[in-house]
T-cell receptor
Framework: KQEVTQIPAALSVPEGENLVLNCSFT??????LQWFRQDPGKGLTSLLL?????REQTSGRLNASLDKSSGRSTLYIAASQPGDSATYLC???????????FGTGTRLTVIP | DVKVTQSSRYLVKRTGEKVFLECVQD?????MFWYRQDPGLGLRLIYF???????EKGDIPEGYSVSREKKERFSLILESASTNQTSMYLC?????????????FGNGTRLTVT
C-alpha cells in the first residue's frame, strides 16, 4: 500500500524567505501527485497537480516538482507571505485515480 | 469555480444515532469521495463513487454506508454512531477519466459523537 510522508510536520520562516516543503512516497507507480493547502477548520484547496509523465508544475509563486524514480516531490514557495500560513498536504494518486494517498501535512507559519 | 457543499459544518450526535452527512457538487463530476481526517493520521478514504448508484469501499468503510441516487449528491451514513467516529469528514469530487483532474473538497463537517 502506498505510504506518503511529509517532513517536517511544522515549519516557521520569516516573511520573504523562499522555502521548500518535502513529500515522499513509497510506490513510484503513481497516476499523479497533488499538493493541497488547508486552512484551520476548513477543507482542502487544490494548489498544483503533476501528472505522472510531468516533472513540474508552476502557479504564481508556487512550483512543484516530481521525481518518480526517487519517490519524491517538493513544493517550492517563493517570497513567502503571512497569508501563506496554512497546512500543506501532498497526495499520491493511484493508477486508477480512484484514490489519493495523503501525507499528514506540513504546518507552515510565515512570521511577519 | 467548482463548488462542493457539505450540509453541516458542525454536528453533535449521541452514541447509537443514525447520522446522515450530505454533500452536493455543482460541476457535473463523475467521481465523489468521502474522507475522514484525524490528527496524526491524515485523510483516509471511507467510500467513493464513480457514477450514480455505484460505490466502492475505501480504506476504512466499517461502520459507514453511502448513497448516490443523483450525480450531484453523495451521502455518507453512520448506521449507529460511535464515539470513535468523532472526526472531521470531508467530501470531494473530481472528473473521471483524465489525469489532470484535481480533487475539489468541501469545507468539512466536524462530527462529535457523545
Amino acid at each position: 500500500k502506498q505510504e506518503v510522508t511529509q517532513i517536517p510536520a511544522a515549519l516557521s520562516v520569516p516573511e520573504g524567505e523562499n522555502l521548500v516543503l518535502n513529500c515522499s512516497f513509497t510506490d513510484s507507480a503513481i497516476y499523479n501527485l497533488q499538493w493541497f493547502r488547508q486552512d484551520p477548520g476548513k477543507g482542502l484547496t487544490s494548489l498544483l497537480l503533476i501528472q505522472s509523465s510531468q516533472r513540474e508544475q508552476t502557479s504564481g509563486r508556487l512550483n512543484a516538482s516530481l521525481d518518480k524514480s526517487s519517490g519524491r516531490s517538493t513544493l517550492y514557495i517563493a517570497a513567502s507571505q503571512p497569508g501563506d500560513s496554512a497546512t500543506y498536504l501532498c497526495a499520491a494518486g493511484d493508477t486508477g485515480a480512484n484514490n489519493l494517498f495523503f501525507g499528514t501535512g506540513t504546518r507552515l507559519t510565515v512570521i511577519p | 469555480d467548482v463548488k462542493v457543499t457539505q450540509s453541516s459544518r458542525y454536528l453533535v450526535k449521541r452514541t447509537g444515532e443514525k447520522v446522515f452527512l450530505e454533500c452536493v457538487q455543482d460541476m457535473d463530476h463523475e467521481n465523489m469521495f468521502w474522507y475522514r481526517q484525524d490528527p496524526g493520521l491524515g485523510l483516509r478514504l471511507i467510500y467513493f463513487s464513480y457514477d450514480v448508484k455505484m460505490k466502492e469501499k475505501g480504506d476504512i468503510p466499517e461502520g459507514y454506508s453511502v448513497s448516490r441516487e443523483k450525480k450531484e449528491r453523495f451521502s455518507l451514513i453512520l448506521e449507529s454512531a460511535s464515539t470513535n467516529q468523532t472526526s472531521m469528514y470531508l467530501c470531494a469530487s473530481s472528473r473521471r477519466g483524465t489525469v489532470n483532474s484535481p480533487l475539489h473538497f468541501g469545507n468539512g463537517t466536524r462530527l462529535t459523537v457523545t
